[in-house]
């Protein structure tokens, strides 16, 4: 099955860090830009942060710029996404997204809740 795999959500007190990984099934992440996405309820989706493979290029939402850090490990085909300085905002249901270069074809994950709260 061609899939993508979140987790590592889970709840974290304001000012803590959480590593949210995203491993790709039945496909490899050599021609993809992979990217995290965040919805809470009532907004809109919204980018996070990407990677370009394979240049390793990242590109940061400014919510996120400063905190927050994509990174990939080719080896187990898994793309990461570190967070810190967590604040109650960044609430939400991550999804991770791959959209090849060649083609334009698209993978979602089925998210991984993130709750910052006290």
């Known amino acids: 099955q061609v899939q993508l795999v979140e987790s590592g959500g889970g709840l974290v007190q304001p000012g803590g860090s959480l590593r949210l990984s995203c491993v790709a099934s039945?496909?490899?992440?050599?021609?993809?830009?992979v990217s995290w996405y965040r919805q809470s309820p009532g907004k809109e989706r919204e980018l996070v942060a990407a990677?370009?493979?394979?240049?390793?290029?990242?590109n940061y939402a400014d919510s996120g710029k400063g905190r927050f850090t994509i990174s990939r490990d080719n080896a187990k085909n898994t793309v990461y996404l570190q967070m810190n300085s967590l604040k109650p905002e960044d609430t939400a249901v991550y999804y991770c997204?791959?959209?090849?270069?060649?083609?334009?074809?698209?993978?979602w994950g089925q998210g991984t809740q993130v709750t910052v709260s006290s």
């Open positions: 997204n791959a959209r090849s270069w060649i083609t334009g074809f698209v993978y």
């Open positions: 990677i370009i493979n394979p240049s390793d290029n990242t």
């Open positions: 039945g496909f490899a992440f050599s021609t993809y830009v």
